[in-house]
């Protein structure tokens, strides 16, 4: 991993949004609050679905984004 790039600034993009989901989960789970963790694990489902779409397109272009929908519906 290359600091600066646009690659790193992502990784770290992730991990802050992946952490902070964990964290609500658990949370939620401490304080008997079932269904907020099931709010939240709908809402990141539903989004990094476009998000991963998203990145997708901007990193490959739009010649190669069916190889890559064909690879990632399987």
Known sequence: M????KIELKYWEYLL????AVSLLYFSTMYNCENIGIVVLLLHDIS???LA???AYG??????ILVYLGF???
């Open 72 to 74: 990632a519906s399987i």
């Open 2 to 5: 290359v600091y600066g790039t």
């Open 53 to 55: 779409l998203g990145r």
């Open 17 to 20: 949004h992946h952490s902070l």
């Open 48 to 50: 990094d679905i476009f």
């Open 59 to 64: 990193d490959i272009g739009k010649t190669k």
